[in-house]
């Protein structure tokens, strides 16, 4: 199994930018598809951004497209998310996700499709 934690969350103004980091543990990391998730208040926990265990493929929410960046490397077993231009409905608590995956394309938005999560780091856009 694997061992997720998130880092890099904050308080920031809208328009700044931040970068989250997911760093894991245990098991090959390469092995791994993963994905970010958000929960805000009173919501449900939302996909934005996914790649497959190599980085051959990346998926973007459209709420996200063109401002966020998911990317990972493998020798550091670390993933990334580079969030820019940030408003204030990207405030939520950020997750990052884990699924065992037989191939180095695929990439899953699902919440059910994942069985290991970080603990979440918060993120606030003020206006």
């Known amino acids: 199994q694997v061992q997720l934690a998130e880092s890099g969350g904050g308080l920031v103004q809208a328009g700044d930018s931040l970068r989250l980091s997911c760093s894991a543990s245990?098991?090959?990391?390469?092995?791994?598809?993963m994905g970010w998730f958000r929960q805000a208040p009173g919501k449900e926990r939302e996909n934005v951004a996914a790649?497959?265990?190599?980085?051959?493929?990346?998926y973007y929410a459209d709420s996200v497209k063109g401002r966020f960046t998911i990317s990972r490397d493998n020798g550091k077993n670390v993933m990334y998310l580079e969030m820019n231009s940030l408003k204030p409905e990207d405030t939520a608590v950020y997750y990052c996700?884990?699924?065992?995956?037989?191939?180095?394309?695929?990439?899953?938005?699902?919440?059910?499709?994942?069985?290991?999560w970080g603990q979440g780091t918060q993120v606030t856009v003020s206006s």
């Open positions: 245990g098991r090959t990391f390469s092995d791994y598809a």
């Open positions: 790649i497959s265990r190599v980085a051959s493929m990346t």
């Open positions: 996700a884990a699924k065992l995956s037989g191939s180095t394309r695929a990439y899953w938005t699902e919440f059910e499709s994942y069985r290991y």
